[in-house]
């Protein structure tokens, strides 16, 4: 099977600009959660989607956002870009659903650099 | 509310060498415990998990990590360690049911000298 992918890898903006992100689960795959890395705040958990719906959201502000489409493929938005919005964004992709836990599986991430 | 420490920041690890990695969790019920690693400019791999069972988990690249509850800790073991695992190791706790957010500790950097 195909790992998570994720497009670009790259991306240089401005600020005040805004910006979408792609993501591509695995195959069969319907929970696509996005994560915020910076070397000072670490790993931090923007949001989940599964199923075409928001499930859980972490402690970001409401320039974030994200959805999710009926093949399970999401996208990030970031509008209003920050300085500090520059990161790495790291999509993960698990099985979700029922009743037991799975684990994630993480993409290559996209590198923003605001400017 | 929960919380993952890993109190090595970086590590210097001759190769051949064994190696044990530190982390500490705190979370109220049973936690989904998990290793990923991240060479630079990459995404993480998962290594193992921990989910129930045995407390004692192998993972891949001959890593193991042993649970242990009375001591609230998940530490991360190899017994000769390889110049290819210079990397970043995180330990990230999942809450259960269907909330799928990982809370990871802030990594430590792995280091090998020939």
């Known amino acids: 099977k195909a790992g998570v992918t994720q497009t670009p890898r790259y991306l240089i903006k401005t600020r005040g600009q805004q910006v979408t992100l792609s993501c591509s689960p695995i195959s069969g795959h319907r929970s696509v959660s996005w994560y915020q890395q910076t070397p000072g705040q670490g790993l931090q958990f923007l949001f989940e989607y599964f199923s075409e719906t928001q499930r859980n959201k972490g402690n970001f502000p409401g320039r974030f956002s994200g959805r999710q489409f009926s093949n399970s493929r999401s996208e990030m938005n970031v509008s209003t870009l920050e300085l500090g919005d520059s990161a790495l964004y790291l999509c993960a992709s698990r099985a979700g659903g029922g009743g037991s836990y799975n684990e994630q599986f993480f993409g290559p991430g996209t590198r923003l650099t605001v400017l | 509310a929960q919380s993952v420490t890993q109190p090595d920041i970086h590590i210097t690890v001759s190769e051949g060498a064994s190696l044990e990695l530190r982390c500490n969790y705190s979370?109220?019920?049973?936690?989904?415990l998990f290793w990923y690693v991240q060479s630079p400019g990459q995404g993480l791999q998962l290594l193992l998990k921990?989910?129930?069972?045995?407390?004692l988990v192998q993972g891949i690249k001959g890593f193991e990590a042993e649970f242990k509850r009375s001591q609230s800790s998940f530490n991360l073991r190899k017994p000769s360690v390889h110049w290819s695992d210079a990397a970043e190791y995180f330990c990230a706790v999942g809450e259960g049911g269907s909330q799928g957010n990982l809370i990871f500790g802030k990594g430590t950097k792995l280091s090998v000298k020939p």
């Open positions: 921990y989910f129930s069972g045995d407390t």
């Open positions: 979370y109220g019920a049973t936690p989904y």
